[in-house]
């Protein structure tokens, strides 16, 4: 099957910066990707949608200035939380869509802001 | 709007036995896909098993298979000969959106697994 990759899979920041999620694909190509967010005990919620060379479309009380997402080819993209602040600790995972019935799902990368 | 609901927080089943998690869901859609996936204490998520909407035929894929009942929206998934491994949270979900895409995930089921 497809592989996803995430970096990096760990990352500990200082409130107030900004933090940049890469997430690429190794072995196919998508235009489409989608980026979740987990926090401790709770389901997959998802973010945004990104097709390759358009703007990502983020769902209702995501925000946009706050998430930025570029999907800067057809097996990178990336998402930067700027300013971060405690309460954007979380799971962050990228998936890539395939077809219908596939969805590839990154190995995630564990947020904490101090 | 669409809604996935998976009422048993945490289940817990001896090993070589069989389990069943529940899942419904809500949906004006015509067309829609159904997932079940994985997510051991790592976090990946591991996908398991898929039901189209217009499959028939309850979906199989080795020890897991799906209880679909479209007229009661269920699509419940079952594990056979339960193993050590499958210790983990177990989330369903919906594909929704023009393609269905997007998924809309439940709030999961942590399954135990005892020797």
């Known amino acids: 099957g497809a592989v996803v990759s995430q970096h990096p899979s760990w990352v500990i920041c200082k409130s107030g910066t900004s933090v940049k999620i890469e997430c690429r694909s190794l072995?196919?190509?998508?235009?489409?990707m989608f980026w979740y967010r987990q926090f401790p005990k709770q389901s997959l919620m998802l973010m945004a949608t990104s097709n390759e060379g358009s703007k990502a479309t983020y769902e209702q009380g995501v925000e946009k200035d706050k998430f930025l997402i570029n999907h800067a080819s057809l097996t990178l993209s990336t998402l930067t939380v700027t300013s971060a602040h405690p309460e954007d600790s979380s799971f962050y995972i990228c998936s890539y869509y395939s077809d219908q019935e596939t969805q590839y799902f990154g190995p995630g990368t564990r947020l904490l802001v101090l | 709007a669409q809604k996935i609901t998976q009422t048993q927080p945490g289940m817990f089943v001896q090993e070589k036995e069989a389990v069943t998690l529940d899942c419904t869901y809500d949906?004006?859609?015509?067309?829609?896909?159904l997932f079940w996936y994985k997510q051991p204490s790592s976090g990946e998520m591991i996908f398991l098993i898929y039901q189209g909407s217009y499959d028939e035929q309850n979906a199989t894929e080795g020890r897991y298979s799906l209880n679909f009942q479209k007229a009661r929206k269920s699509t419940n998934l079952v594990i056979s000969a339960s193993q050590l491994g499958d210790s983990a949270m177990y989330f369903c979900a919906i594909s929704i959106g023009g393609g269905y895409n997007k998924l809309i995930f439940g709030a999961g089921t942590r399954l135990a697994v005892h020797p």
């Open positions: 072995d196919f190509q998508a235009t489409t």
């Open positions: 949906t004006s859609d015509q067309s829609y896909g």
